[in-house]
């Protein structure tokens, strides 16, 4: 619509993310290579809530979503109601209050970034989680609210590190928000090679609770 200003109401649904045993075929997350075109939206639910209203949502726009579900919803996620609407695409939420360091993450991370936090909070430390939501249009006003609370930045992605959605959130930051900063921000990915078969090499690759809890402990220690 953008271009042509004619309506383009396409919402493509896709599986995202990887589950043990799914190889590198069927464990990949691909947002950060359709947020590159411009255009196109980018929806990426971490909650039942979220997955029912973002697709009316989406459905409803006059530009091409793209509408990321992580395989966690469909195995692993109950809900007894979906709730009031929620917060309407391209508007972040605050998943976890906090104020010793802010995790941004998305999709299936968001739920082992709170377990991360509950984790660090046996220690004496508040950590904040922002679940972005849609990964295109991205809250910077959100993040940079977080930031200004705790002066830590983590950010967390399933996807490989090399020009995802981690790389444009501490950009966004280092460049909007530099002086909000008490340490340099750290990004935790999947490693950068192929998504290993095994579900002991798989859970070795991607982010785990114990890996953005050790993240975040590097960075508390800063």
Same mark, same amino acid.
């Given at each position: 619509y953008w271009r042509t200003e004619t309506p383009c109401p396409v919402t493509i649904r896709l599986?995202?993310?990887?589950?043990?045993g799914s190889g590198p075929f069927h464990s990949q997350s691909m947002e950060a290579i359709y947020a590159h075109y411009p255009g196109l939206v980018i929806v990426t639910p971490a909650t039942v809530e979220d997955a029912y209203w973002m697709l009316l949502?989406? %459905? !409803?726009?006059?530009?091409?979503?793209?509408?990321?579900?992580?395989? #966690?919803?469909?195995?692993?996620?109950k809900s007894e109601? &979906?709730?009031?609407?929620?917060l309407p695409?391209?508007?972040?939420?605050?998943?976890?209050?906090?104020?010793?360091?802010?995790?941004?993450?998305?999709?299936?991370?968001?739920?082992?970034?709170?377990r991360a936090a509950e984790e660090l909070q046996l220690d004496g430390y508040q950590i904040e989680v922002v679940d972005l939501r849609?990964?295109?249009?991205?809250?910077?006003?959100?993040?940079?609210g977080s %930031? !200004?609370?705790?002066?830590?930045?983590?950010?967390?992605?399933?996807? #490989?590190?090399?020009?995802?959605v981690t790389a444009e959130v &501490?950009?966004?930051?280092?460049?909007?928000?530099?002086?909000?900063?008490?340490?340099?921000p750290m990004?935790?990915?999947?490693?950068d090679t192929p998504i290993p078969y095994h579900p002991n090499l798989w859970k070795a690759h991607r982010p785990t609770v114990a890996s953005i809890a050790g993240a975040l402990r590097s960075l508390l220690r800063y």
């Open positions: 599986p995202s993310g990887g589950t043990a949502d989406s %459905v !409803a726009l006059n530009d091409p979503v793209i509408y990321c579900e992580h395989k #966690f919803l469909y195995y692993h996620l109601s &979906i709730g009031e609407r929620s695409i391209g508007k972040a939420r605050i998943a976890r209050p906090g104020r010793h360091a802010t995790v941004v993450t998305y999709s299936a991370m968001v739920h082992d970034a709170i849609s990964v295109k249009p991205m809250d910077t006003d959100t993040i940079l %930031v !200004a609370r705790t002066g830590r930045l983590l950010a967390v992605g399933e996807a #490989f590190p090399w020009g995802g &501490i950009s966004r930051v280092a460049s909007e928000g530099f002086h909000l900063l008490d340490a340099p990004r935790l990915n999947a490693k």
